[in-house]
């Protein structure tokens, strides 16, 4: 996470619309989303260091929710 440059972006896919992904959008900004299968389960947040989006992946990818719960989560609407 620390390489990527500002408009890179990672996805990490488990299933079908089951993924987590992130996009670099400043030196200072990711937002990062997951999506739980259905449009009605995508949320997003910002997060400001490379460090977050790697606990985040890794625990999402992992099942262990508490490296990225913590974050203020939004619906995103399709």
């Known amino acids: 996470m620390p ?4 408009e890179d972006f990672v996805i990490a ?3 079908e ?6 996009k670099r ?4 900004e990711y ?9 009605d389960r995508h949320f997003g ?5 490379a ?3 790697a606990a985040a992946v890794r625990g999402w990818l992992t099942g262990d ?6 974050h203020h989560w939004e619906r995103i609407e399709f």
Do not use: C, H, K, W
């Open 45 to 49: 947040t910002t997060v400001s260091t």
């Open 25 to 28: 959008v400043a030196d200072d």
């Open 65 to 70: 929710d508490s490296s990225y719960r913590g």
């Open 51 to 53: 460090e977050q989006v």
């Open 31 to 39: 937002l990062l989303e997951y999506r739980d299968g259905s449009p």
């Open 17 to 22: 619309n089951v993924y987590i992904q992130t």
């Open 3 to 6: 390489a990527m440059r500002v």
């Open 13 to 15: 896919e488990t299933g």
